[in-house]
DNA sequence: CGGATTATTGAGCCAATTCAACATCGGTGG
DNA sequence: CCACCGATGTTGAATTGGCTCAATAATCCG
């Protein structure tokens, strides 16, 4: 499915502005590959082979982290834009897990070599301890995207969950218009239903009702755009997410002189 | 709320039997506090005073991770029982979390001392890499069971989310009997439907219609046993998870000669 | 333009909730 | 020891939110 790589050994330099930079960086004189990887809607990357020994760099598009279950259900963990990074991962019940692009994407495939682990069980380096610390704050921040994404399914009906995933959206891919934020979805209906939890028509439904209330203008079918922001926030029983979350193990993490590359935001 | 402390500082050793053990070796040489807490029924630890700052380990008992809302509704995250460890962060949208004892809990706080962080600056050695490592481990780990968590939220009916709460339940504090399993849950009906997305009555009326059809019985209000589990998990569309997840970064970060302590299952 | 995909809308249904009454359990004090 | 009380659990009736099924509309793409 996935397309053509650009290269398929780690001496491509991937350049600063894209990939997650202190990552790449952390990634030198271990024994990961790095391949560019670009794909269409709808093309998958699987997780099958081996939990945890690849991750991605999203550098342009959107995927979608998947889970699915035997019966064919499928479950969405999460969205990711220019600067998230996944890391693939058992998904624990379900028969498997993938990603897969929402639009077309442009990616940085590190995937860890089995056959190469002598650089890596060596003594304590700056680098190897680099990369370890990077690998916790991706996985760290992933954890926390996934527990307010719990309580959102566990807790909140249908109408909140649709528009906390708007404001989301809106403050991850908007960009600002004379009033207010206008944003291009590039996922389906179904895509977002399989995120919250609902199904298609439920979905469709709530962007009616919300265009009829005015909170929400969907001038295309994948477009929207708010312009009182806060009046929509306001139907929501929780504070929105700021993508920077700061704790104190990640700053301890951080003291080797690095800063946190997975959500610096790369621009679209 | 929470009682009485054992120790104030880290010289205290708590034996490689307790705690999660390679952690608290791990934990050697870093500026972290060490202090033993027990806890009742209902009493809570923060995670407000400063995320990802400490990390519990359980040694006896069971806990249970918690996020509000603001109006008041709560979500719980998952549930710890000895050997499992938990990291405070921030659990994104609601407004605050915490974690809660289900039953008299036993359990190791590690607290980063903000004011003395010499020690973790310095320059990549063995202790503190192990100690990230241990860290990722920890994080990884519960990124994996909120995974899972979500697609049982997201895609699967109130039958199917209880049935797989108990099969989970069993697997993990579960006492083998002539045949079958015997469980003692200490949580009540409210902790497992806050757990599950669902209501109290509904966890009621869905024991009451799985007694009915012989799946589970339920000798006294906060006790279940199962004679035939392969009855039981045929009516999932998932196959059940095992404790241990291996993926090969974990490997890789275990090659240093250590092996993950966070689920060895020391016995309650 | 034509066909396939995706989205919308309506009607009817069902699962899970709400609200209310009652039962059971555990603990406390007389 | 028993009576009482609050907390927890169960059950029923009525309601409703979200789903299923089905028809139609809009959009995309060759």
């Given at each position: 499915m996935a397309n053509y790589d650009?290269?398929?050994?780690?001496?491509?330099?991937?350049?600063?502005?894209?990939?997650g930079r202190r990552l790449c960086r952390a990634m030198r004189g271990t024994s990961f590959v790095r391949r560019h990887k670009v794909l269409r809607r709808g093309d998958r990357l699987d997780?099958?082979?081996?939990?945890?020994?690849k991750v991605w760099i999203i550098i342009r598009g959107m995927t979608a982290i998947c889970a699915g279950l035997s019966d064919g259900r499928r479950q969405i963990l999460g969205f990711e834009t220019a600067g998230d990074v996944v890391c693939a991962m058992s998904t624990g019940q379900s028969s498997g897990g993938w990603i897969e692009a929402m639009s077309e994407t442009v990616l940085c495939e590190l995937e860890l070599r089995?056959?190469?682990t002598a650089p890596l069980s060596g003594p304590a380096d700056h680098g190897r301890q680099n990369l370890i610390a990077e690998l916790f704050n991706i996985v760290h921040q992933r954890l926390e995207l996934c527990s307010a994404h719990l309580v959102t399914l566990g807790r909140l009906d249908s109408t909140e969950r649709v528009i906390l995933f708007l404001v989301d959206m809106a403050s991850r891919i908007g960009r600002p218009l004379a009033e207010g934020v206008f944003v291009e979805m590039p996922m389906t209906r179904e895509d977002i239903a399989d995120y919250l939890g609902l199904n298609t028509e439920t979905i469709s439904r709530i962007f009616t009702r919300l265009k009829k209330s005015k909170l929400?203008?969907?001038?295309?079918?994948n477009t929207f755009s708010v312009t009182n922001m806060t009046a929509l926030t306001g139907r929501l029983p929780v504070t929105v997410r700021q993508t920077s979350s700061s704790g104190q193990i990640r700053d301890f993490l951080n003291r080797t002189g690095r800063t946190v590359a997975v959500n610096d935001g790369v621009p679209a």
């Amino acid at each position: 499915m996935a397309n053509y790589d650009f290269s398929i050994d780690g001496n491509l330099e991937c350049g600063e502005a894209m990939c997650g930079r202190r990552l790449c960086r952390a990634m030198r004189g271990t024994s990961f590959v790095r391949r560019h990887k670009v794909l269409r809607r709808g093309d998958r990357l699987d997780f099958t082979s081996g939990a945890c020994r690849k991750v991605w760099i999203i550098i342009r598009g959107m995927t979608a982290i998947c889970a699915g279950l035997s019966d064919g259900r499928r479950q969405i963990l999460g969205f990711e834009t220019a600067g998230d990074v996944v890391c693939a991962m058992s998904t624990g019940q379900s028969s498997g897990g993938w990603i897969e692009a929402m639009s077309e994407t442009v990616l940085c495939e590190l995937e860890l070599r089995s056959d190469q682990t002598a650089p890596l069980s060596g003594p304590a380096d700056h680098g190897r301890q680099n990369l370890i610390a990077e690998l916790f704050n991706i996985v760290h921040q992933r954890l926390e995207l996934c527990s307010a994404h719990l309580v959102t399914l566990g807790r909140l009906d249908s109408t909140e969950r649709v528009i906390l995933f708007l404001v989301d959206m809106a403050s991850r891919i908007g960009r600002p218009l004379a009033e207010g934020v206008f944003v291009e979805m590039p996922m389906t209906r179904e895509d977002i239903a399989d995120y919250l939890g609902l199904n298609t028509e439920t979905i469709s439904r709530i962007f009616t009702r919300l265009k009829k209330s005015k909170l929400v203008q969907f001038p295309a079918r994948n477009t929207f755009s708010v312009t009182n922001m806060t009046a929509l926030t306001g139907r929501l029983p929780v504070t929105v997410r700021q993508t920077s979350s700061s704790g104190q193990i990640r700053d301890f993490l951080n003291r080797t002189g690095r800063t946190v590359a997975v959500n610096d935001g790369v621009p679209a």
